[in-house]
């Protein structure tokens, strides 16, 4: 009888390790192991050839006594956590390139203008790999633009499949914290951390982003070795300011091999000349931005009836008291004091603070210098960039180039059909004093080229000025493409931002997805969006972007690459 025993427990024991032998084998392939516990995401390779991880924490929830301060690493999880949609959108004001009420593209982005959007929870990235055993594969990480004060991972241009698949790379797009939330410089909340004190919440959490993607990256098929930073507008100011920090300039180990910053640039008021708009301003303004929000609190709250009475309210308490009230605040009730009451004091903005710790005081003379994080550089910038923002022609003493409203853009872009016959014309967006657009001096494109002048492309040409210094690796382009269905053609152009559906293989739905895709221009669109993934794919591979895509050979600068295509055909020159 004990033999039998032994005999039916040594088959029961053979059988339970046969069982976990099978579930071994049959582990999901997109479950994968993090420094904080294990992952599952989504096989999508019968649709995009992709696995994707969306959702993943790369730091803890920057809430509570956590709100303004450096970010931490996530609390460790038993288990496996499902990473296969989007985590939340970080917490922000509801504009056109937003994320609405559902941190996605639909019809609430339309009516959420003003309101609070998104959540402090936010601090998550996501992850795209093609569908293939390869490893050690580039890494391409991308930072969303939004002028630092908006913007999500979430939005459908910026879905990595495409893009992972075209460039053979692992696609990595992250959340950071945005407007005041991320950038906030309050002598209240001193530490004597030189990092919190900065005020620069947002370059933190990007580059705790990296520190993650650095430890774990490889368990998706990644080399950590070889990790390429990408941003467009705000992204880009946040990739200059990355490639500055002492904290990523002098990383070890080394978390940034290349860059790809579009359409955007780092300078002070002194890099530039006289007129030109600069990118980023002295901790000063922060400050002052802080004070104000704080003082509005205080009044809103009926601590105090006017400024003078709260600024005596607030001198009469202790430091540590103030920033427990400003952490005490909801999301919301700051953000609405941003847009209430900083906004017209010309104080609602936020980007990079150069504090000198985080970010160098002047960072372009740190390029110059040579502090840097010295790397192969691919810097973008489209044709017409203003044509975004004709509002800001008054800049210029023209009439504002917009008729419509952002919302009412937004409602006829969101059921616009480019395929049918037009349905608007460029009277309903641009005034008659801009009109014809083409006219000398005062035409539409001759105002926004000539803003163009006082912004963008000085912006861009005084960092690259200050990198030639120091490298002869870097590569530009401009690009061109306008073969939008009239009139958009003339409204929109090249303009900001209408590179990256190119970029990322995506052409809706989007916000002006609508009014730019049509069957007609389909052939020569996909064949330029190939090329330039498949360039994108080669200079992160490599640190060159040429490829064999492209047609021509793309020299260095100051010679720029023009991207362009007719409606069936890509037309790739040099300039």
């Known amino acids: 009888m004990q033999h039998q025993r032994l005999l039916r427990q040594a088959g029961t024991w053979l059988a339970l390790a046969a069982l976990g032998l099978s579930a071994f084998a049959a582990e999901p392939t997109t479950q994968r192991d993090t420094s904080y516990g294990r992952v599952l995401g989504s096989d999508d390779s019968a649709a995009t050839g992709t696995y994707f991880w969306k959702g993943v924490p790369f730091a803890k929830p920057p809430v509570g ?144 982003s990296l520190l993650f993607i650095n430890k774990n990256i490889g368990n998706f098929g990644g080399d950590a070795g070889n990790v390429t930073i990408m941003g467009q507008s705000a992204g880009a100011v946040n990739v200059y300011a990355l490639l500055t ?142 044509k975004l923002f004709p509002q800001l022609l008054v800049l210029l003493g023209a009439p504002n180039g917009r008729l419509l409203t952002d919302p009412q853009a937004f409602a006829m872009a969101y059921s616009y059909d480019p395929n049918a016959e037009p349905a608007t014309k460029l009277r309903d967006w641009i005034p008659a004093s801009l009109l014809p657009t083409k006219t000398m001096e005062t035409g539409f494109n001759a105002r926004t080229n000539l803003l163009n002048h006082y912004w963008f492309i000085p912006g861009r040409d005084s960092v690259i000025a200050a990198m030639k210094t120091q490298q002869n690796n870097i590569w530009t382009y401009r690009f061109d493409w306008d073969q939008e269905p009239a009139p958009f053609n003339e409204i929109f152009g090249a303009a900001h931002g209408f590179d990256l559906p190119f970029i990322f293989g995506n052409f809706g739905p989007s916000t002006w997805a609508n009014f730019v895709n049509t069957k007609a221009n389909a052939p020569g669109r996909l064949a330029l969006s190939n090329a330039m993934m498949r360039s994108i794919g080669a200079f992160a591979l490599k640190g060159d972007p040429n490829d064999a895509a492209l047609g021509v050979a793309w020299p260095t600068w100051p010679r720029t690459l023009l991207l362009n295509a007719s409606p069936s055909a890509k037309n790739i020159t040099v300039q």
Request: proline content about 7%.
């Open 245 to 386: 920090s002492p904290l990523v300039a002098g990383a070890n180990p080394t978390l940034v091999h290349r860059a790809i910053p579009l359409s955007g640039g780092i300078a002070r008021a002194e890099d530039v000349p006289a007129r030109v708009l600069p990118v980023i301003y002295p901790p000063a303004v922060f400050e002052q931005q802080a004070n104000l929000l704080l003082t509005s609190l205080v009044i809103a709250d009926g601590l105090a009836t006017d400024a003078a009475g709260a600024e005596t309210y607030i001198a009469s308490r202790r430091a540590e008291q103030n920033a427990a009230y400003l952490r005490s605040k909801s999301a919301d009730a700051i953000l609405q004091v941003v847009l209430t009451k900083l906004k017209s004091a010309n104080l609602g903005g936020s980007n990079p603070i150069p504090d000198g710790a985080v970010l160098p005081v002047h960072p372009t003379r740190a390029i110059t210098a040579g502090q840097y994080a010295k790397v192969p550089m691919l810097i973008g910038i489209t044709r017409d960039e203003v």
């Open 65 to 208: 006594d956590l709100r303004w301060r450096a970010p931490v690493d996530p609390e460790a999880w038993k288990g496996v956590k499902t990473t296969q949609t989007f985590g939340n959108a970080c917490a922000s004001s509801g504009r056109l390139y937003g994320p609405g009420e559902n941190n996605k593209y639909d019809a609430t982005i339309g009516t959420s203008y003003g309101q609070t959007v998104g959540s402090e929870d936010c601090l998550f990235l996501n992850i795209w790999r093609p569908a293939t055993p390869t490893e050690k594969l580039p890494v391409i990480v991308f930072i969303h633009g939004g002028s630092n004060v908006t913007g999500y991972t979430a939005d459908p241009v910026y879905d990595g499949a495409a893009l992972a698949r075209t460039a053979n790379a692992v696609v990595v797009t992250v959340n950071y914290r945005l407007g005041v939330l991320g950038f906030f410089r309050s002598p209240q909340l001193k530490t004597g951390s030189l990092q919190e004190d900065s005020g620069n919440f947002a370059l933190l959490d990007l580059i705790k």
